[in-house]
């Protein structure tokens, strides 16, 4: 869980802390399999992959992935204060690939009663392909209570 953060302290154009994640393990794709209950062997089976097109094997669980993206999140910004988050899936992980997941403000008002922040994220490989891109808003407390 991330520190406590507060809305003076954030500005547009921040970037928030970078997370890495793997190299990503067949044994994570088996492990997540059994945590979601998606046992698509798309994501678990060599052959049953390759036989429906991916020459290289299996590929990681989007949601997977999309998990990576919220723990980055978490470490930063404290999930109590996370008011959306929604991501789009561009890209196939394999495994192997080392996830960074990156982010930044891009804007930051007082609406409702709320010192909102609205960030842009993003999951990357090793070689820069984009797997998923994504966006979340945030109310934070104030130092003025």
Known sequence: MGSELYFEDVKVGDAMPALSKGPVAKLQHVMYAGASGDFNP?????????????????????MLIMGFVGQAITAWVPRKYLKKFGVRFAGMTKP??????????????Q????????????????NGDVKITGNFSAALPSKRG
Request: aromatic share 4%.
């Open 96 to 109: 192997g690939n080392t996830i960074t997941i990156t982010g930044k403000v891009t804007d930051k008002r």
């Open 111 to 126: 609406e409702n009663g709320e010192n909102l922040i609205f960030c842009e994220v993003v999951a990357q490989d090793e």
């Open 42 to 62: 798309l994501h678990t089976d060599d052959d049953f992959a390759r036989a429906v097109g991916m020459k290289d094997g299996v590929i990681s669980h989007g």
